[in-house]
């Protein structure tokens, strides 16, 4: 038998491919021209095991009945941007801007939650609290502009808050993407041009049970993760399980530990595939997501003077000398779950048809430190259900039209549990929404172009508690009219250049929090209050990039961006400082201006032989309301990254072992400080710029019928003591010191 490997994406040859053959324990590489060869063979099944440096390790099965020769293509990847690996950075069939993180990248840092994960890509950064509790900021962006896609269906949770991380398991999926264009129209929710998609893979048509392993050990915290994937496809069904259990205790700043910043999680995804022939197939993923985040003890304070104290003090309040495992309020207690059935009809080779049926609960208790004895009772406790239904219909002519259609529906209802005692920050509400889209899109030569419009209505039923004494019960009946558009173009100039732009429009209506929220938000330490007078934000979105790759050796793509929303909802800190009976607490109210947010991002690689490169990328963002005359808040500071690498191109043997796709690289990440703000616009002034350096190694080894990935990583190498501007906790202590994680896997 023999064969060729090419790169998927430039179809050239992939030199120095090695090629392992489980059953007969052969192993080969590939020369200059991609060409393998196994001699000797009898007729039969085999698994092909590939691994290229830059390329996620694939595995296949072969049936050889005499003598072939088969052709195989990798997903080579040109650029590593910091941590993360990222490929199908650009594509023919959309105008939108898009960066993909693949599951090779996403085991590597097991140890991350989804949005620390994102922010490896250029123009996302995320709004924390702490560090376990994260969201993803895109180009400005976060909270209830940011749609996530969790397989296929809108997430569907309390999202709304600034410490309401994602409640997703990165690792049950194959791809996490980022769009970064004017809107995602196919897409329900209420983004204003920037969308997550959390993507599994479709299970393959293996017949044997395949699996992998993976454990990780960090030492800030003493973190401790394992994840383990099965999956085999039957006669009956194709099946695949995702488990996985982490948990960490006390994390520790550079000088002293962050008493109760510990966290703890349990997670499971299955996912089942059924073919009934050749045109229609049904899937079922069904997952439950399950975590306890402490909260900085020392972000909760008794009075008035020691609030102001610990504004300004070096080392918070109920710091502890010792490291502890031990959770306690404040605390988040967060559990999510998803049931989805999907179906797709092929009507025939040009159009089909989807399906979608999806159901999610979502229950979130928050756990403050409270008086007499209540600290056991939550002081914010949701029950969040909903229903999701889709149908969709694509169809493409020869001529290079495309269309593709769909009608959704939303209903959501979020329930406030009396067991708190006390009067709920969010109230009980009811929302209906319904939705249609239409896309069109035409490939002409080395031209794509696509336009598409988008209507949502949005119906909301509120019972809210009156602040005042007698309490009462006030309802409110609204209903929003949202409507989205936009186009766009993307022009290969030629093999190694393209330009792309989009244009969009969308609207938003208020969400549930900005308008009724009343009261202490305890998982940010602030008391959050709504206004019911805020009206529905309107974002006209310009994106312009560009692509080059002006030799082998140097990849280049920058990103200009310039977005105006009309009515900007945003969380205004108030020159106030409350006491209450839960303590003294920050006062911030939700707020509505007419604003801009612009920027660019740039990413280069350079490659300085076969083996060495150098990353770098850049990302510039810049907020104003333009209705004051002021900077916009909690806008991400502007930030540089470099990082040097070296990659193995043939194994490196040990031994009888054989260490493949060999990697080492330094990164050195730079965020400068935050001055596109006013003093008075903040309890405190921005802190410092900050540099952290880092280090990564990686390597596979093939072990008989299993391979082995190994990993080691170093964050904050320097242990620099440093406070981030979009961390909430930065009013209290310092961000993580330094951490050290080590990974090891096991493929079989």
């Known amino acids: ?62 049936e050889l009945r005499g003598d072939s020769t088969l052709e195989f293509f990798m997903d080579h990847t040109h650029a590593v941007l910091e941590d993360i690996v990222i490929e199908g950075r650009t594509s023919l069939l959309s105008t939108q801007e898009i960066e993909t993180i693949n599951r090779q990248a996403i085991a590597d840092h097991a140890q991350q939650n989804l949005s620390n994960i994102l922010e490896s890509i250029t123009g996302v950064t995320t709004l924390r609290n702490g560090n376990s509790i994260s969201k993803p ?20 949770g309390q999202q709304w808050g600034n410490d309401h991380s994602p409640e997703i398991d990165p690792l049950v999926a194959n791809t996490v993407s980022v769009v970064k264009g004017t809107s995602a129209l196919e897409y329900m929710g209420n983004n204003l041009g920037s969308l997550v998609i959390v993507a599994p893979a479709k299970i393959g048509q293996e017949p044997h049970l ?39 205790g006390d994390r520790k700043a550079a000088h002293y530990f962050l008493n109760n910043t510990g966290s703890q999680e349990a997670n499971l995804a299955l996912q089942l595939e059924k073919v009934f022939s050749d045109t229609w197939t049904v899937d079922v993923y069904a997952s439950t997501f399950n975590t306890k985040l402490g909260v900085l003890r ?14 300004t003090r070096e080392v918070p309040f109920f710091t502890p000398d010792t490291f502890s495992y031990r959770l306690e309020a404040p605390m988040q207690q967060v559990g999510h779950h998803l049931l989805k059935l999907h179906s797709t009809y092929i009507i025939d080779a040009s159009q089909k048809i989807d399906f979608t049926l999806a159901g999610q609960f979502n229950n979130r208790k928050e756990f403050d430190v409270r008086r007499s ?42 329930n406030n549990n009396p067991e708190t005692g006390i009067l709920p920050l969010v109230p009980d509400y009811l929302s209906y929404e319904s939705g249609a889209y239409l896309l069109i899109s035409k490939k002409y030569r080395h031209f794509f172009l696509d336009l598409g419009a988008r209507y949502d209505r949005m119906h909301q039923k509120v019972a809210t508690i009156s602040g005042t004494i007698p309490r009462s019960i006030i309802r409110y009946d609204t209903v929003y009219h949202n409507l989205s558009s936009s186009g766009g173009f993307r022009w290969l100039i030629s093999p190694n250049y393209s330009i792309s732009g989009n244009l969009g429009f969308t609207s938003r209506n208020p969400a549930i929090n900005e308008l009724y929220s009343q009261g202490l938000h305890q998982g940010v330490s602030g008391i959050e209050e709504g206004t019911l007078t805020l ?175 190994v990993t080691a990583q170093v964050d904050n190498l320097l242990n620099t003591s440093y406070r981030d501007y979009l961390n909430r906790q930065r009013y209290f202590a310092d961000d993580w010191g330094v951490n050290v994680i080590l990974g090891v896997g096991v493929s079989f």
Not at 220 to 234: A, E, I
Not at 304 to 310: H, Q, R, V
Not at 384 to 397: H, L, N, R, T
């Open 210 to 248: 395949h699996g992998s392993a993976r454990y990780y050990f960090e030492t800030n915290g003493l973190g401790h993760g394992l994840n383990l994937n099965l999956n085999q496809s039957t006669p009956a069904v194709a099946w695949k399980v995702n488990g996985t259990l982490k948990k960490a």
């Open 137 to 156: 900021v895109i180009h400005g962006l976060y909270g209830n502009r940011i749609t996530i896609i969790n397989n296929g269906i809108p997430q569907s």
């Open 1 to 62: 038998m023999d064969g060729y490997i090419r790169d998927s994406g430039t179809d050239e040859p992939l030199e120095y491919v090695t090629i392992y053959m489980k059953e007969s324990a052969q192993g080969t590489m590939t020369d200059s021209l991609g060409y393998f060869q196994f001699k000797d063979l009898c007729a039969g099944h085999y698994h092909l095991v590939m691994s290229h440096v830059g390329c996620e390790a694939k595995q296949t099965l072969v």
């Open 535 to 709: 009206t529905s934000e309107q974002s006209f979105k310009a994106t312009l990039g560009f692509v080059a790759k002006v030799n082998k050796a140097i990849d280049f793509e920058s990103l200009v961006y310039y977005q105006a929303i009309n009515n900007y909802i945003f969380l205004n800190p108030q020159n106030e400082i409350r006491l209450t009976i839960r303590g003294a607490f920050p006062v911030f109210k939700y707020a509505q201006t007419d604003a801009e947010i612009f920027g660019i991002d740039l990413s280069s690689t350079f490659r300085l032989n076969h083996s060495a490169y150098v990353d770098i990328k850049y990302s510039y963002i810049q907020g104003n309301d333009l209705t004051q005359d002021l900077p916009l808040i909690n806008i991400p500071s502007n930030n540089v990254m470099g990082r040097i690498g070296y990659q193995f191109e043939k194994p490196l043997k040990i031994g009888k072992k054989q260490l493949e796709n060999l990697e080492f690289n330094v990164d050195y990440r730079y965020v400068f400080r935050q001055n596109n703000l006013l003093p008075e616009q903040d309890f405190v002034l921005p802190p410092d710029g900050y540099g952290l350096l880092g280090l990564n190694l990686s390597t596979d080894i093939q072990l008989a019928k299993t391979r082995l990935r």
């Open 373 to 414: 004895g209540r600290t056991d009772i939550p002081a914010l406790s949701l029950q969040q259900y909903s229903f999701f239904a889709e149908g969709k219909y694509i169809k493409s002519w020869e001529n290079g039209w495309g269309l593709k259609a769909g009608a959704q529906f939303n209903g959501i209802e979020n």
């Open 298 to 311: 020392g972000s909760h304070i008794g009075n008035l003077t020691d609030l102001s104290e610990a504004l």
